[in-house]
């Protein structure tokens, strides 16, 4: 996220060079700096504006629980039930903090979602799905250990989805366990039961990958992107 600081910092910058460029230029007389500043003060509005709207990264709540009327992802106590609403409604640079300890969190979920066999934790570019949030003595903390977050393709045992999640360039996957992937099908679904993987510069961490099948390659994941592992347990 872009602090107050940074912000003006840039602001300031842009005065600075604009001034100069105005002075080189012969712009050196009252009634042309009288001007200078006031496009200068516009210009500044428009910067700020365009800095406080743009670019900005949030947080973003899932809690599998929370079967409540309002829920816009905002906060703990309004976090979303479904985890495919939070990825639809997340953009680049997003971090989607998943509450564990509760029912698996499947890929045909809700309604809207459902897919069959097909459906899978689709990622978006630059998103982080951070699972292992839980409540202790009134706090919320990451403890993946503590709070398991599963993400389950499971269905009804054969049936099950073809993959759980499929990756995106920049994504990440934090303190999560994927389980329950079944690619039994034809090419692409024969591959990838847990994860499939084409993106570039995927990142996976501190994840369990366990009890996913591949009728041919890959059962936990199949990769023909690049994808960078840190303490991934398979």
């Given at each position: 996220?872009?602090?107050?600081?940074?912000?003006?910092?840039?602001?300031?910058?842009?005065?600075?060079?604009?001034?100069?460029?105005?002075?080189?230029?012969?712009?050196?007389?009252?009634?042309?700096?009288?001007?200078?500043?006031?496009?200068?003060?516009?210009?500044?509005?428009?910067?700020?504006?365009f800095w406080s709207n743009v670019g900005e990264s949030k947080d973003i709540y899932v809690a599998s629980w929370?079967?409540?009327?309002?829920?816009?992802?905002?906060?703990?106590?309004?976090?979303?039930?479904?985890?495919?609403?939070?990825?639809?409604?997340?953009?680049?640079?997003?971090?989607?903090?998943?509450?564990?300890?509760?029912?698996?969190?499947?890929?045909?979920?809700?309604?809207?979602?459902?897919?069959?066999?097909?459906?899978?934790?689709?990622?978006?570019?630059?998103?982080?799905?951070?699972?292992?949030?839980?409540?202790?003595?009134?706090?919320?903390?990451?403890?993946?250990?503590?709070?398991?977050?599963?993400?389950?393709?499971?269905l009804n045992g054969w049936n099950d989805c073809y993959h759980v999640v499929i990756g995106a360039e920049g994504?990440?996957?934090?303190?999560?366990?994927?389980?329950?992937?079944?690619?039994?099908?034809?090419?692409?679904?024969?591959?990838?039961?847990?994860?499939?993987?084409?993106?570039?510069?995927?990142?996976?961490?501190?994840?369990?990958?366990?009890?996913?099948?591949?009728?041919?390659?890959?059962?936990g994941v199949f990769n023909s992107g690049s994808i960078k592992f840190e303490d991934v347990l398979f």
């Open positions: 996220k872009r602090g107050k600081g940074e912000k003006m910092e840039n602001y300031r910058r842009y005065r600075v060079a604009m001034t100069s460029l105005f002075l080189m230029t012969g712009g050196k007389d009252g009634a042309t700096m009288l001007r200078l500043r006031a496009f200068l003060s516009s210009f500044a509005m428009l910067m700020l504006f929370n079967s409540s009327t309002q829920q816009d992802g905002k906060t703990w106590s309004t976090a979303y039930q479904f985890l495919q609403v939070a990825i639809s409604n997340a953009v680049e640079g997003d971090i989607i903090r998943v509450a564990g300890g509760f029912a698996p969190y499947r890929p045909y979920n809700p309604v809207g979602y459902d897919k069959g066999r097909a459906s899978a934790f689709v990622l978006k570019k630059g998103i982080t799905l951070q699972g292992g949030w839980g409540i202790k003595n009134g706090s919320w903390e990451c403890s993946p250990d503590t709070y398991k977050t599963i993400l389950s393709g499971g994504a990440k996957l934090e303190g999560l366990r994927i389980t329950g992937g079944k690619a039994n099908g034809d090419a692409p679904n024969d591959r990838g039961g847990g994860i499939l993987n084409s993106a570039t510069n995927f990142f996976v961490s501190n994840c369990i990958i366990s009890g996913n099948f591949a009728k041919n390659f890959g059962g």
